[in-house]
């Protein structure tokens, strides 16, 4: 097997693995929750809308036009998890692999007695029944894979750009480990779908212009790129946001490459009749719950909308810096990415144009919107999807230190990159979930309301950069190793340096012979 073949295989079974042993082993999110509930009406009611009753207040769910209950989370990851269930299904009702276990983690906002279980989970117990949390324990693993598909393609993605397996496998290695994807694998949030999505339809317009191909081939792909761009969107809204870039990668991405307007045009054709078909389907969708094909149910009750538009500027400081939220400092990694803009943006002047485009419209947009920090989540939640485009002029940057044989800059880049998948073992050994509740509840028994004026999310006080690790342990099944939280980081930590080290040493002899 050449390694074109080999590392993708490595990729994925490496990234399934370690996902699989840091995964929590339960649904802790209420909006994933109200995800999960979807899937089940779907597998067990044929139906969209989630059963009733709904034991808490949160957002998330609206009344449709038939009275019903629905989500106002994008369908796709409650449709794609329903063979997820109906798995836990057959196995609970076989008793196999630990159906009547009572080592089974706990999901939050399945009620006994009247108890939500997150209580139980945060005061040390365990419920009088634990109905509803095994299927919830198999159905955690949807991000495990969609995170290790997303490293395989995101591998393919930087091969386009690198034309070398080494290059891209290593940049593949520091994205998977080294970047907030790793600790959102662990949860049942929709963003790993997205991200997974967006990485593949980027990657057909990618392979467009750095591979030789022909006309019909060249359609053919931007067409699977607007499909799949399309399910993005399905997956997370927000996605949508994205789309006038799409048509900007287009234009081409190198500034020697002139295209014409009618190849433009039909190009754009193509891509939009794939974008259309799904993206139709979710309007379709919102009518037939709301009777409004732009209604996700976000603004379907006039007295309550899930969030308001507000002053973007503290918006902004909190998802680029703040203490809780700030991507500079959950995952750093893409400081990289500012170190290598000069050179990528040199070489694919569209390309870097776009993408700072789409950045910018991003954050602006989700800053001006009172629940950009995303409420009960590790780090700049809504931020997720961008990352892998800012890997690209890391792998361009460390392949041009490579072929030029900078050895200090790529121990410097290399230590850099270790620190950082340090940063995300420590990130996916604690809980974020029961960490927030805690530090939520010891305060309101202060009289200190952190989510009033956001504090929770911008104060160091309370920063799980600093103290997550002093409370519950995430990782359910290293978990039954050890409770010990920064015992469990430091022998991950040194099993990780030793065989990142490993492969950069290798990736550096291989490149410079």
């Known amino acids: 097997m050449n390694q074109k073949k080999l590392f993708p295989v490595i990729i994925f079974f490496t990234t399934l693995i370690v996902y699989g042993l840091f995964n929590y082993g339960g649904i802790r999110s209420p909006d994933s929750e109200i995800v999960f509930r979807t899937t089940e009406s779907l597998l067990h009611q044929k139906d969209f809308a989630v059963q009733e009753p709904i034991s808490w207040d949160y957002f998330g769910l609206a009344r449709g036009k038939d009275n019903k209950s629905y989500s106002i989370f994008g369908p796709l990851e409650s449709i794609l998890a329903v063979p997820f269930l109906y798995a836990a ?92 994807i790793f600790s959102y694998t662990g949860t049942f949030f929709s963003e790993p779908l997205c991200t997974l999505f967006i990485i593949i339809s980027f990657l057909f317009i ?17 067409f699977y790129s607007g499909l799949f761009l399309g399910l993005a969107i399905t997956s997370h809204i927000s996605a949508v946001l994205s789309i006038p870039f799409y048509y900007m990668f287009l234009l081409g991405q190198e500034s020697k ?33 709301f009777g409004n094909i732009f209604e996700t149910g976000r603004t379907a009750d006039p007295l309550t909308h899930y969030a308001i ?4 500027l503290p918006g902004i400081f909190g998802l680029l810096f703040s203490a809780g939220k ?10 990289l990415s500012i170190v290598f803009w000069k050179p990528f943006h040199k070489r694919y002047p569209h390309l870097s144009t776009a993408i700072i485009g789409m950045i910018l419209v991003r954050i602006f947009f989700l800053a001006s919107r009172s629940d950009w920090h995303a409420g009960f989540a590790l780090g700049p939640r809504y931020l997720l999807i961008i990352i892998p485009f800012l890997f690209i002029p890391i792998a361009i940057g460390i392949k041009e230190i490579v072929e030029r044989q900078k050895l200090k800059q790529f121990i410097l880049v290399g230590a850099f990159s270790l620190v950082c998948i340090i940063q995300q073992l420590f990130f996916s050994t604690g809980e974020i979930f029961s960490y927030l509740h805690i530090i939520y509840k010891n305060q309101e028994k202060l009289g200190n309301y952190v989510l009033l004026h956001n504090s929770l999310y911008l104060s160091w006080e309370y920063s799980p950069a600093l103290y997550l690790l002093n409370y519950k342990t995430g990782p359910f099944l290293l978990g039954l190793i050890t409770n010990n939280n920064y015992q469990l980081w430091l022998i991950m930590s040194g099993i990780f340096f030793l065989v990142f080290l490993l492969i950069s040493i290798k990736v550096y002899s291989k490149i410079r012979d």
């Open 89 to 180: 299904d057959y196995l609970k009702n076989n008793n196999i692999f630990l159906a009547d276990s009572s080592i089974i983690p706990l999901s939050f906002h399945v009620f006994s007695d009247n108890k939500d279980a997150g209580l139980y989970y945060l005061e040390d117990e365990r419920p009088p029944t634990l109905a509803g949390h095994y299927e919830r324990f198999i159905v955690s693993f949807f991000n495990v894979i969609v995170g290790a598909f997303s490293g395989i393609f995101f591998f393919y993605l930087i091969l386009s750009f690198t034309k070398s397996d080494w290059i891209s496998f290593y940049t593949a290695v520091i994205y998977s480990f080294g970047s907030l």
């Open 206 to 222: 990618i392979k467009n212009e750095t591979d030789e191909k022909t006309i019909r081939q060249k359609f053919r792909n931007y």
């Open 257 to 289: 490459v002139k295209l014409r307007a009618a190849d433009f045009a039909k190009s754009a054709l193509y891509f939009t009749i794939g974008l259309v078909i799904f993206c139709s389907l979710l309007l379709y969708y919102n009518y037939l719950r």
């Open 309 to 312: 538009y507000t002053n973007p």
């Open 326 to 335: 700030g991507i500079f400092i959950y995952s750093p990694v893409v400081l």
